[in-house]
Each structure stands twice: as structure tokens, then as C-alpha cells.
């Protein structure tokens, strides 16, 4: 590793650990649904006006719920529905989750680009998390998604640095070796922030250790499969880890050559973008 990313990682950390890091705060909108949501009364209509004050935020649950994966036989068109057939627990998190968008966003191109190209990623990890959620566990498929959105939420706090220090700007090898050496560290400690449920605030630090044995099937093995799975021909290094060898995989017990289970994935890529 370079001088300069052995150096900004050490200020980051230090930054960590003496609570000295800008992080970002969840979205308004974001916090409005969780607090609807923690009512257990609370009612369709409720939880539809406090989604529908953000109607970018609304449109994307309604072409959520016509995506291949959850179309029914009538086509939904407004937001009420939506909830309806999505229940409002998975409405509130699908919503908390799609409307991190709003973080990712920057002053300067370079930066701007970056951010873009880890939330598309994240969207597309999402969807196949969520797929793979529905078809090999009995755990919730909106909170497999929530964890496919913010599994590299770590890398935002990082570039937001990035943005204030143009030598690090100038130099994208040693941002690149920053951001991966430490973003699990960062997303770690934003979802802690953030007050995420347990079952997801340790996920950005665990989803890289394709090693990792755990009793029983959870979130972090679906986004590790979920990663394997988009990463895939490219020429990302997670692309060259050997499936099979992950004991995600084998909880899951999925093949990874089932072209009907391939085909279905390539669907679910698609359902958060």
C-alpha cells in the first residue's frame, strides 16, 4: 500500500475510534418511516402518507411491486396497494433502504461517479439477496435487501473525506486501497449510528470473510452469495473466489452452474434499479 493511503488510512481510523468522523446522517424521510413503523397499530393509509411525502420515493416501491419476482395479475398504480400487498413492516424497511439514495450524492465529478457506481451495485446486490432470501430461507426478504443496500455503506464516509483532500482525490490507487482496506470498518460503525438491527449492523464487516462459519443460515451468508453471484465474469477479485468453497453456499445449499436458479437471479438483479 502506498505512503499516502498507509497515512489516510491511519487519520481515518483514529478518526473512527475518537468519534471525529463526519458521518452521514440517515435521510429525514428515512427516519419519518421508522418511527411510523415502530407503532404496531399502525395503519396502511398512515404509513402511505408518510412514504408518499417523497414521491420519487413512492414511485419506486409501486415498480417494486410490479417487478417479474412479486407481479401479481393486475398491475399496481398507486402507493395504498403497494403497502397493501407488501405488508407495512416490508414497506417501511424496503423504503428505509431505497431512500439512501438521497446520501449518495457529492460535489465533485469524480467523487460523484464513485458514489453512483457503488449504489447501482448495491441496488443489484439488493435484488439478488432478496431473490435468494425468498427461495432458500425462512428469513425476510426486505431485510435481506435492506443488507444488500447498505453492505458498502462504509465507502461513503470515506469518498465525503476524499472529496476535502484532493491528494488522495488525485491519486485513485491509494483511494481505491483505503476504501477496501477499511469501508467494512466505516459501515461497521454507520449502521451502530444509524441504530440498525443487530442482525444487520455487524453485516458490512462480515460479508468479505468467505470463511466465516456460522450455525445456522443468516443476512451476511445471502449478501456473501448475493456478491459472488453479481461480481461474476468480471474482472473484480471477488470474481475469482471459488464458489463452492464458501460455506454460504453449502447453508444455502445452491449450485452455482443451476442455470434455472441463474436465470432467476439475472431477473432480481434488475428489481431495485
Known amino acids: ?46 404509513l402511505s402518507k408518510v412514504i408518499g411525502r417523497d414521491t420519487a420515493l413512492s414511485a419506486r416501491l409501486i415498480k417494486v411491486v410490479n417487478s417479474p419476482l412479486l407481479r401479481a395479475t393486475q398491475e399496481v398504480t398507486d402507493l395504498h396497494t403497494a403497502i397493501t400487498r407488501l405488508g407495512v413492516n416490508y414497506s417501511s424497511n424496503l423504503a428505509i433502504g431505497l431512500v439512501m439514495e438521497q446520501i449518495f450524492n457529492a460535489s465533485s465529478e469524480v467523487v460523484e461517479q464513485k ?13 439478488v439477496s432478496y431473490a435468494l432470501c425468498r427461495r432458500y430461507t425462512q428469513l425476510k426478504p426486505d431485510q435481506a435487501a435492506l443488507g444488500g443496500l447498505v453492505h458498502q455503506i462504509g465507502v461513503l464516509p470515506i469518498l465525503t473525506y476524499a472529496e476535502e483532500h484532493n491528494e488522495l482525490l488525485s491519486d485513485p490507487i491509494s483511494l481505491n486501497h483505503v476504501i477496501d482496506r477499511i469501508h467494512p470498518l466505516v459501515g461497521d460503525k454507520l449502521l451502530s449510528v444509524w441504530e440498525f438491527p443487530e442482525m444487520l449492523a455487524k453485516l458490512p464487516g462480515q460479508y468479505l470473510d468467505f470463511t466465516r462459519e456460522s450455525k445456522r443460515v443468516d443476512y451476511i451468508d445471502l449478501v456473501q452469495v448475493a456478491c459472488l453471484y453479481c461480481y461474476k465474469g468480471t474482472n473484480h477479485p471477488l470474481a475469482a473466489i471459488d464458489a463452492f468453497s464458501v460455506p454460504a453456499f453449502k447453508k444455502l445449499k445452491i449450485n452455482p452452474d443451476n442455470e434455472a436458479m441463474c436465470r432467476e437471479l439475472e431477473e432480481s438483479r434488475l428489481m431495485f434499479l
Open 115 to 127: 458514489m453512483r457506481d457503488v449504489w447501482l451495485k448495491s441496488l443489484e446486490i439488493a435484488g
Open 1 to 46: 500500500m502506498s505512503e499516502l493511503a498507509d497515512k489516510v488510512q491511519r487519520d481515518l481510523v483514529a478518526a473512527i475510534d475518537n468519534d471525529d468522523l463526519v458521518l452521514p446522517t440517515l435521510p429525514e424521510v428515512a427516519m419519518q418511516i421508522r418511527k411510523a413503523a415502530e407503532d404496531p397499530e399502525i395503519s396502511v393509509s398512515t
